[in-house]
């Protein structure tokens, strides 16, 4: 097997030099009835010109040759090739967790880095080295809050990402957290009123997404001085983190949790992506997952370090602040290196081209089908389409290589015949068009 | 001494003290479409004022930048990295070559399955070898991490626990067990109850017994323990346990020691999580992504989260959502893709005999380490030792030298240190891991440098107290940056 080095004439030697003659003999405390007395039941070996058939083929049965209008919480955005070129580094890619400092400043730095970034952009004072994706992040900026509040209930708007709301259920149901959804007006946006009739001074935090899931942009420091006036936390979930080139931050939260995929992760089939948590200074202490700290060497230089971690679980066990161990290192790396490559302009062109080619398919749809885009309230580069009649568009559009959008009927039933539909620079106008022809 | 040296290492500050306004590294085309005032598409008030303090930076700036961090890292390429409980091995060229293909790169999660079957057959074959290497019925690839699947794992026999009517309150966990373990047990709404091990560094089954009653939903075990001993009486434990009703959860984090020799399943494990970055090569990225598949006997089979991945009568694959029992979804999609297709490469790479034999050599790497450094350095334990060794500092703590010292002092060797001060049941541990992809040139010098350190510490401490010395950097001083912490960049 060419990736053990061990020859032999070298398995003789050590062993002889152990005073044994057989591998054997070092599993004796393995008891003889628990051995396993056949090979393992699985494929076998295959050479590397046969791996890379084997994957070839699999890779060619994905349709890559469709026009995706798929969106939903994952984005096609372009990804600088530098991005992928520094993290193909052996040096970032095959290396540890950064537990010693002194040969990891690299990996140490670039998050800090990451931090940096991920404060600018969401408004907030703090932000960690990243959690596993966004629906963990908003997860746990809810029990976060539940710690920092000691109050049990949640009001979650209906638009946050369904499948988020499915982990947060997945979470609260075993810590005794209660959640109450709350309904979305026909602008597309949470409903304030019901917000406000909901909120009582026992609930723990209200978590909105903006853009939400319909693409909505949410008044966030509406939503925030609702829940201040009752002493729970603002939380903002974001899915498009791009849309913080362009969008006022939600600096009026308490926690900014979300997705970093849209800034230069692949798609990857879902993953893996990373998950960011930002929140204000005061309730670092509070904050899951791996913070890295500025600090100095015993020289007085400049060194960067893993810090705070008395709140995780390698120190403090059953009483820390999470599970979580990892991060996701190599992924934060790549929305690092995106943020670096395109910079504040790179970022807000990028945006713009977002808004502008959203906006031209939306009102070519309005314009030039009987179809009906819902939800009027300003959006950044997804909406919702209700499908007229018996239409079997979906399938005229599949049969033309287009995949239209993804039917949202599963997540709200009010919503049949509704796709929702997502257009970022990467779309090229004739790709629009033939959408719209597709639906007339 | 055949590993010391020092190289180039440039300094750079970070990337916002490198801005010069109007540098940029990247461009776009055109913009295709009509276009009219964005705050005609969007209020005003909705949009923000340019991003205060983010740097501006050419492509060139951007490349030289990341590739000098990228020098200051120690990685798996450069040398060995013997971390216990870790399994840093040798990650394959290949696996990044296949999983960076664009049907993979580049799929979408949502994709009607009909347009993704090369990706669903992925991951159904991935889920049916690691079934079989662990002697389980069922996989799930959902949870992105290890800890992740620990907490997945103990919801599931949380829902089966109520599924009988009762979940119970208390998961014991051995005193020798990783700290993900206690705070994912936490997590999942149970209490937890530490359980002693014995001399030999196993659970003490009288002890177990009198933790055991009706109202332990599970033991958390780690076999091979985190001493590197296998638990001999894993079939008595699994006895007992299941004699009270409750459930056994195996932590598959050392799952390197047992591939094609042992199977979790075949003990009396009902769960068990692997890490696909420890066991199955995907690369540690500097501190992830994981990826911590899955897997269970029949019985908590209709807890799994959802959704799983099922096959249609016509051989097609498909995410199957309707699972009434499900513990629900914990995280979106369907897991780490990108690191499925890794593992899997790395399975089929090797084949059975091929795993096998990578399970044989990292024994015998282990334990060719035990035989040479058990002289210089203290063994709390004497029982046989798989996949990796725990000695302590015990000798050269009399000389003042504990054990993060040596650790610090092997850097100045061209190591990676150890994992050391864990398991906590061992005061001064240092756990070594070398896996079965280091030559023994590699260990040699390992073993060189661990006893060129063992003698310094009687006949030069401070040399290695103030260790290290030829590292980019001194040791950082942690309290202080604890104290007041400075965990981003200000102006």
């Given at each position: 097997m060419r990736y053990i080095p061990c020859s032999e004439s070298d398995r003789k030697e050590m062993l002889a030099s152990?005073?044994?003659?057989?591998?054997?003999?070092?599993?004796?405390?393995?008891?003889?009835?628990?051995?396993?007395?056949?090979?393992?039941?699985?494929?076998?070996?295959?050479?590397?010109?046969?791996?890379?058939?084997?994957?070839?083929?699999?890779?060619?049965?994905?349709?890559?040759?469709?026009?995706?209008?798929?969106?939903?919480?994952?984005?096609?955005?372009?990804?600088?090739?530098?991005?992928?070129?520094?993290?193909?580094?052996?040096?970032?890619?095959?290396?540890?967790?950064?537990?010693?400092?002194?040969?990891?400043?690299?990996?140490?730095?670039?998050?800090?880095?990451?931090?940096?970034?991920?404060?600018?952009?969401?408004?907030?004072?703090?932000?960690?080295?990243?959690?596993?994706?966004?629906?963990?992040?908003?997860?746990?900026?809810?029990?976060?809050?539940?710690?920092?509040?000691?109050?049990?209930?949640?009001?979650?708007?209906?638009?946050?990402?369904?499948?988020?709301?499915?982990?947060?259920?997945?979470?609260?149901?075993?810590?005794?957290?209660?959640?109450?959804?709350?309904?979305?007006?026909?602008?597309?946006?949470?409903?304030?009123?019901?917000?406000?009739?909901?909120?009582?001074?026992?609930?723990?935090?209200?978590?909105?997404?903006?853009?939400?899931?319909?693409?909505?942009?949410?008044?966030?420091?509406?939503?925030?001085?609702?829940?201040?006036?009752?002493?729970?936390?603002?939380?903002?979930?974001?899915?498009?983190?791009?849309?913080?080139?362009?969008?006022?931050?939600?600096?009026?939260?308490?926690?900014?949790?979300?997705?970093?995929?849209?800034?230069?992760?692949?798609?990857?089939?879902?993953?893996?992506?990373?998950?960011?948590?930002?929140?204000?200074?005061?309730?670092?202490?509070?904050?899951?997952?791996?913070?890295?700290?500025?600090?100095?060497?015993?020289?007085?230089?400049?060194?960067?370090?893993?810090?705070?971690?008395?709140?995780?679980?390698?120190?403090?066990?059953?009483?820390?602040?999470?599970?979580?161990?990892?991060?996701?290192?190599?992924?934060?790396?790549?929305?690092?290196?995106?943020?670096?490559?395109?910079g504040p302009k790179g970022l807000r062109e990028t945006c713009e081209q977002n808004l502008q080619k959203t906006d031209y398919a939306v009102r070519q749809i309005q314009e030039r089908t009987p179809h009906t885009v819902l939800f009027p309230a300003a959006r950044f580069n997804e909406f919702v389409v209700q499908l007229q009649g018996s239409s079997n568009c979906i399938q005229k559009l599949m049969s033309r290589n287009i995949v239209p959008g993804l039917p949202v009927e599963r997540y709200y039933p009010e919503l049949a015949s509704c796709i929702l539909v997502c257009v970022t620079e990467t779309t090229r106008r004739e790709q629009i068009d033939a959408l719209v022809e597709g639906l007339q | 001494m055949s590993r010391t040296s020092s190289h180039i290492s440039l300094n750079e500050r970070l990337l916002f003290e490198r801005s010069s306004p109007g540098r940029h590294a990247y461009d776009l085309p055109l913009l295709d479409t009509p276009s009219r005032p964005v705050n005609e598409i969007v209020d005003g008030a909705l949009l923000r004022d340019d991003i205060a303090g983010m740097p501006e930076l050419s492509e060139g700036d951007v490349v030289r930048h990341f590739t000098r961090l990228s020098t200051w890292n120690y990685h798996i390429d450069l040398g060995l990295y013997p971390l216990g409980s870790c399994t840093m091995k040798y990650n394959p060229k290949v696996n990044e070559v296949v999983a960076r293909l664009h049907g993979f790169a580049h799929a979408h999660p949502y994709m009607p399955a009909e347009l993704v079957q090369g990706a669903l057959r992925i991951q159904s074959t991935l889920e049916s070898c690691l079934a079989e290497i662990s002697g389980m019925d069922a996989v799930t690839l959902q949870p992105a991490a290890g800890a992740h699947g620990e907490l997945t794992g103990i919801l599931m026999i949380r829902a089966y626990h109520e599924s009988l009517g009762n979940p119970r309150r208390r998961v014991l966990v051995p005193d020798s067990a990783h700290g993900t373990n206690p705070a994912s047990v936490t997590i999942s709404g149970y209490a937890v109850e530490h359980i002693p091990s014995n001399s030999r560094g196993t659970v003490d089954l009288e002890g177990l017994r009198r933790a055991m009653s009706n109202d332990v939903a599970a033991i958390m075990i780690t076999n091979p323990n985190t001493l590197g001993i296998f638990e001999s009486d894993i079939s008595a434990i699994a006895e007992i346990v299941h004699s009270h009703g409750s459930l056994v959860y195996m932590d598959g984090a050392n799952m390197n020691a047992m591939m094609g020799i042992t199977r979790a399943g075949d003990f009396g494990v009902d769960v068990l999580h692997i890490n696909l970055h420890k066991t199955f090569t995907t690369p540690h990225g500097g501190g992830g992504p994981g990826s911590g598949p899955v897997a269970v006997k029949r019985i908590l089979e209709p807890h799994l989260p959802r959704p799983v991945l099922g096959k249609k009568q016509d051989g097609s694959f498909f995410y199957d959502d309707d699972r009434p029992q499900s513990i629900g979804k914990i995280k979106a999609y369907y897991g780490h893709f990108g690191m499925h297709v890794r593992a899997l490469c790395y399975i089929l790479a090797n084949g059975p005999e091929g795993l096998k034999t990578a399970t044989e050599i990292a024994v015998l790497n282990a334990n060719y380490i035990r035989t040479k450094l058990k002289d210089a350095y203290a063994m709390p334990f004497h029982t046989p030792t798989l996949h990796e060794v725990v000695f302590s500092d015990r000798n050269q703590a009399q000389h003042g030298v504990g054990v993060g010292d040596i650790g610090k002092r092997l850097i100045d060797y061209g190591f990676h240190p150890p994992t050391v001060s864990f398991p906590l049941i061992v005061p001064g541990a240092i756990m070594i891991e070398p896996t079965e992809t280091e030559s023994r040139q590699e260990l040699d010098a390992f073993i060189e440098a661990m006893l060129a350190i063992a003698k310094e510490a009687e006949s030069d401490p401070t040399l290695v107290k103030t260790a290290p010395h030829n590292a980019r950097i001194s040791r950082v001083d942690e309290a202080g940056a604890a104290r007041k912490p400075i965990l981003r960049w200000k102006p």
């Open positions: 152990m005073g044994l003659d057989s591998i054997e003999q070092l599993f004796s405390g393995i008891p003889e009835d628990l051995r396993l007395q056949r090979l393992l039941d699985i494929p076998a070996a295959l050479s590397e010109p046969e791996l890379l058939d084997y994957f070839h083929k699999a890779a060619a049965e994905n349709s890559s040759g469709h026009t995706s209008f798929l969106g939903a919480g994952v984005y096609r955005h372009h990804i600088p090739v530098i991005v992928d070129a520094l993290i193909a580094r052996s040096e970032f890619y095959t290396a540890y967790t950064p537990y010693q400092a002194e040969i990891a400043q690299g990996t140490l730095q670039a998050i800090f880095e990451f931090q940096t970034y991920m404060t600018q952009l969401t408004g907030m004072e703090v932000a960690n080295a990243s959690l596993y994706d966004g629906s963990t992040a908003a997860t746990e900026a809810m029990l976060m809050a539940h710690r920092v509040t000691k109050r049990n209930r949640f009001l979650v708007a209906r638009t946050v990402h369904p499948e988020y709301r499915a982990v947060m259920a997945t979470y609260a149901r075993n810590l005794g957290l209660d959640i109450e959804l709350i309904g979305y007006l026909p602008s597309g946006r949470i409903d304030l009123s019901q917000l406000q009739a909901a909120l009582k001074d026992t609930v723990a935090g209200v978590v909105a997404q903006s853009p939400n899931f319909f693409g909505t942009i949410e008044d966030t420091a509406a939503v925030a001085a609702l829940a201040h006036s009752h002493g729970a936390l603002s939380i903002v979930n974001v899915c498009e983190a791009l849309s913080l080139g362009i969008l006022r931050p939600p600096a009026e939260a308490d926690i900014v949790a979300g997705e970093a995929q849209s800034l230069g992760v692949p798609m990857s089939f879902g993953g893996p992506h990373v998950g960011f948590l930002a929140t204000r200074d005061k309730f670092v202490r509070q904050m899951p997952g791996r913070l890295v700290g500025m600090g100095k060497d015993q020289q007085g230089r400049r060194a960067f370090v893993l810090t705070l971690s008395t709140r995780e679980q390698h120190i403090r066990r059953e009483k820390a602040t999470s599970n979580i161990c990892t991060n996701q290192s190599l992924c934060a790396l790549m929305a690092t290196i995106y943020l670096a490559t395109l | -």
